[in-house]
């Protein structure tokens, strides 16, 4: 099946400074990918939808100088973290979708980064 | 977005038979019943999907009453690795629309060996 993969995996960073994660789909073309964001005993939070070659569109209340997203490649999405705060701390998760809008399939998700700021 | 309602947990013992529920009262015509499953410190992983009728996979089946209005994820046999929060959502794939997953509560699925 579909693999989306998520790295790093665990990033421990000090406050202040700026962190990337990256999304990879492995095995399509994805031409849409969504960043979630997971505090501890609560549910995704949808943060910002990306397309290839475009801006992002980000969720109410998401900063998007503060959490940019570039979708540079129908393959690759990062997320940069910038002037991470303690606050920021979180599970950060990708999905990706291929060229398959309209076919209600599902999507694939990476295993999520866990993100530490002290 | 329609929502959906979800019990905050469930208990199930393993090699029983578990079905969660899911109410989608303001579903759309053109919304897909989608059920996700999220095991501690994983990405959210597929289990199933429908629209109007009963669907099986290898890992579940998905009951879908006749108004649409409610749903049913079964697991036919819990096991250990089924403890998982276990979500409902709906999505609409219609062009135009931006085809996104909103993630509500889910039911945190506790197996007893």
């Known amino acids: 099946g579909a693999v989306v993969s998520q790295h790093p995996s665990r990033v421990i960073c000090k406050s202040g400074t700026s962190v990337k994660i990256e999304c990879r789909s492995l095995?399509?073309?994805?031409?849409?990918m969504f960043w979630y964001r997971q505090f501890p005993k609560q549910s995704l939070m949808l943060m910002a939808t990306s397309n290839e070659g475009s801006k992002a569109t980000y969720e109410q209340g998401v900063e998007k100088d503060k959490f940019l997203i570039n979708h540079a490649s129908l393959t690759l999405s990062t997320l940069t973290v910038t002037s991470a705060h303690p606050e920021d701390s979180s599970f950060y998760i990708c999905?990706?979708?291929?060229?398959?809008?309209?076919?209600?399939?599902?999507?694939?998700f990476g295993n999520g980064t866990r993100l530490t700021v002290t | 977005d329609a929502k959906t309602t979800q019990p905050n947990s469930m208990e199930s013992n393993e090699e029983e038979p578990v079905h969660l529920p899911c109410n989608h009262s303001?579903?759309?015509?053109?919304?897909?019943i989608h059920w996700y499953r999220q095991l501690p410190s994983q990405g959210p992983e597929y289990v199933i999907h429908?629209?109007?009728s009963n669907v099986n996979n290898r890992m579940a089946s998905l009951a879908i009453a006749e108004d649409r209005k409610s749903s049913t994820l079964i697991l036919h046999r819990a096991t250990l690795r089924d403890a998982a929060v276990y979500y409902c959502i709906l999505r609409d794939v219609q062009e135009g629309n931006t085809d996104k997953l909103i993630f509500g509560t889910g039911t945190r699925l506790q197996v007893f060996p």
């Open positions: 095995d399509f073309q994805a031409t849409t």
């Open positions: 429908g629209l109007t």
């Open positions: 999905s990706a979708r291929g060229d398959d809008r309209g076919s209600s399939s599902p999507l694939h």
């Open positions: 303001t579903i759309s015509g053109t919304d897909y």
